[in-house]
Structure formats: C-alpha cells, structure tokens
C-alpha cells in the first residue's frame, strides 16, 4: 500500500469519526428521530470532495451504520418489515448517498457547493420515502394533531424538512467557509504526499 493510499484512508478514518462526534452534538432533536446537528455532515462530505464520490461510497456507508448503532433503531418495536426498510432509508442509504457531494468537485468552490447541496437533498430524498412508505400506516401521526392523519407526503416532507433543511444549509455554510478559506486544498495537498 502506498504512502498516498494510507493518506486518504486515516484521512477518511478521522472525517468519519469527527462526523460521528458532531453528530452528537444536537442544536434540535426531532420527537421521533433525525436532529439537526453541529456540522456532521461536512467532515463525510468532505471525503468526496477530497477523494472523489467513487472513494467515499465506502465510508459514508460505514458513517450511516454508525449512526444506525447509535440511533438503536432496533429497540423502537417496529415490525421487521418496517425496521429492514428503515435500515436502508434511514441510515446506509441516506448517509450512504453523502458520497456524491463531490460529483462536481471539478467545477471549483461552486461545484464542490452544489455538490454538498445535491448530496443533502438526496439524504432529505430518502428520509422522505422512509416516511411515506414505511411509516405511512402507523398511528404516530396522531402525535402532531389530526392535519397529518391520511396525509404521508405531508407529514414526511413536513417533518424531515423541518431538520434537513437547517441540515443542509449549516453543512452548505459549513463547506463554503472551508473552500474560502482553503482548507480544502490544503488538507488535499497534504493527503496526496507520495
């Protein structure tokens, strides 16, 4: 293994743990789940935008199981049914999907940008369709009054977009300050040693 590989794989190692410890830091947590966090997406984020979106598929997968271990969806009583969906919508897939944030990484500061903001919404994507598919038939929508009873879409997009959207642009604020400043291209110089 090169030098440059070890690089990127501690480098990738710490974002994923300083991802997981930001996570922990919760400005707002939902009733039932998902948390509007203190910049936990940016250090994944920045994997792909380091190495590339096909490197990170790797650790933002690990990063969702992470937070999967650490939600313990598995005590909540859902059916298996509904607790394999979750799995997938609520954790692997949507932290998972964190690796396109550097699908435009080519394009500059403002790809890397849009790149973060396609990620986040993907992520929002995914939430979406776990709470319109999985949970659209339980009776926890009597816990935000009669207006979402009957009514899945509304209450999915209501209710993950009122963490993802705070989520999203904090991660967006996040990654502009970094490629102002150009941390990016610093920690890049310095992961790509020979």
Same mark, same amino acid.
């Not at 500059?108 to 919404?121: K, M, R, S, T």
């Given at each position: ?16 743990? $300083?991802?997981? %410890? $930001?996570? $922990? %830091?919760? %400005? ?15 250090? %994944? ?57 550097? *699908? ?13 903001? $396609? ?13 319109? *598919? ?33 989520e999203l642009v904090i991660t967006v604020i996040g990654i502009f300050i970094l490629c102002k400043t150009g941390a990016v291209n610093q920690i ?7």
């Amino acid at each position: 293994m090169s030098k440059s590989s070890i690089y990127k794989l501690t480098t990738s190692a710490i974002l994923v743990a $300083l991802s997981t %410890v $930001l996570s $922990l %830091v919760k %400005v707002w947590q939902m009733p039932l789940g998902g948390a509007i966090t203190l910049l936990s997406m940016v250090p %994944v984020c920045m994997i792909s935008v380091l190495y590339g979106t096909r490197y990170a598929i790797l650790p933002c997968f690990l990063y969702g199981a992470i937070q999967m271990f650490l939600d313990n969806p598995f005590g909540w009583g859902l059916t298996p049914t509904i607790l394999i969906g979750s799995i997938f919508f609520d954790y692997l897939f949507a932290f998972g999907i964190l690796c396109l944030a550097g *699908v435009f990484r080519k394009y500059g500061d403002l790809g890397v940008i849009g790149g973060v903001a $396609l990620a986040c919404f993907a992520r929002f994507v995914s939430h979406f369709i776990s709470g319109y *598919v999985l949970f659209a038939n339980l009776e926890q929508w009597d816990v935000f009054g009669k207006v979402f009873v009957n009514r899945p879409a509304l209450y999915s997009i209501c209710y993950n977009g009122l963490y993802m959207l705070p989520e999203l642009v904090i991660t967006v604020i996040g990654i502009f300050i970094l490629c102002k400043t150009g941390a990016v291209n610093q920690i890049k110089k310095m992961t790509e040693r020979k």
